[in-house]
């Protein structure tokens, strides 16, 4: 691997930029490997990076349909946190925020990590308890969460001037989430890609995977792709909305529905607003980026959908709560929305497990998982590896649906 | 948004209506059926990329309850499967 640095940086700029190595190679598609990860996105690539690094498992392609990093890790609002509510969930966030703020150094890749404070504003009584309920839990798991008063939050962020006690939506405090951050979704992807790449891992964009296949014995043993079978007796599946899509090709049934979630960005404008804002009782929260424009994002659609676009009213919804609280949002343009497609479990935890299709692992009933990629990486990559749970991820497998042993998750932000 | 049709009211704006989820499978009499059967029904939803068969309210109209077949791939409201 190329090692990036500043004098790589003046070496190649006295050449003309014309010796700069391909970031990843595009080797020709075999029709067999140890592994094939289905999804070139956070999860995809990370599981393939520590496969390699941490497996010496290197026979793997991954594959896409489309280009790499061009699903919802292009499609997020980048918030990286561990304020969750259960004893499963909590290890396994603040695992992955310590592991995303190494992970600059470790990938040789600037991946632009802004630590910055999260508040959240809150506007009513039981939404405040079930926070102090989470931050008795995070307390056990270090992880950083504390109560502060209305005055407080509105010194934190001065350009919260609505809600006030006589308005629509007046503000009852707030709490302080120290660990949070930002950095970049590209780096992310390109990073963990370019690292995956010098391990000897394939990626294969342009690759659509059509289906599963199962052989005689009911295991995994490959893919139907568009350009023909490629073989492997280990399959991930990392492909956020569309995973019961595939899965049910091989005849796997999950408890996933996939819903369409809004977010948009506004022009740049001088710094504002330093930390992440996140109100859960309007189901909105933003943070500006270093560009300048405040990335924001919104509710989900009511029902199902795979639309990846957003709904007129959501968005309105969405503004219009933002303007009550930050009346001076009003003359910002907004330059672009969008939306994602992810699907959500039964109990909004996700699933990393391998199925009851021996072989085929999934990586699914991710409400928010841009924030979990190093950790689900390095835990899915583990399981596949060693043929055993890690001991991060054992809880969230597909059997607690068999045992009604569901992990009730409120710490997605709009899962309410 | 969507332009739904109520059997009482007719055509009237989404922001009217709340959604109320799927309709999957009936209600199974839980003696009658073994657990895995119990537990398919507790957990698992159709989760189509096509038409999809789903509960509306028009709780800021006329409190009517009623079903609707939605394309998930382009929220067109759609005519569903025959009986």
Sequence with gaps: MQKYSIFSLARNALSGHKNWTRAWKSPPLRDRYEVIIIGAGGHGLATAYYLAKEHGITDVAVLDRGWLGGGNIARNTVTIRSNYLRDESIPFYVKSVSLFEGLTKELNFNMMHSKRTMIDVVHNYPKMRELRRRQLTMDIYNSTYDNISTEEVRRRVPALTGGGPGSRLPVIGGMVHTDAGVNRHDAVAWGYARAADSHGVEMHEQTPVLSLIRGSDGAISGVQTSRGVVHAKKVVVAVSGHTTTLTETAGLRLPLRTMNLTAFVSEPVKPLVDVIVNCPDLGFYFSQSDKGEMVIGGAPDSGQSFRRDIKQHVFEDTVGAMLELFPSFKKLKLLRQWGGHLDITHDASPIMDETDVPGLFVTAGWWGGYKAIPAGGLTLAHHVATGRPHPLMEKFTVKRFKNLDFIMETGTTTAR | ?83
């Design chain 2, 1 to 83: 948004m969507l332009l739904i049709n109520c059997p009482f009211c007719g055509e009237r704006n989404e922001t009217e209506y709340v959604y109320g989820g799927p309709v999957s499978a009936d209600r199974p009499d839980p003696t009658a059926v073994n657990d895995d059967e119990w537990i398919d029904y507790l957990t698992m939803v159709p989760n189509p990329v096509g038409p999809t068969h789903e509960r509306w309210w028009h709780a800021k109209g006329c409190g009517d309850w009623f079903t609707l077949w939605r394309d998930t791939a382009t929220h067109d409201i759609v005519k569903g499967p025959k009986k």
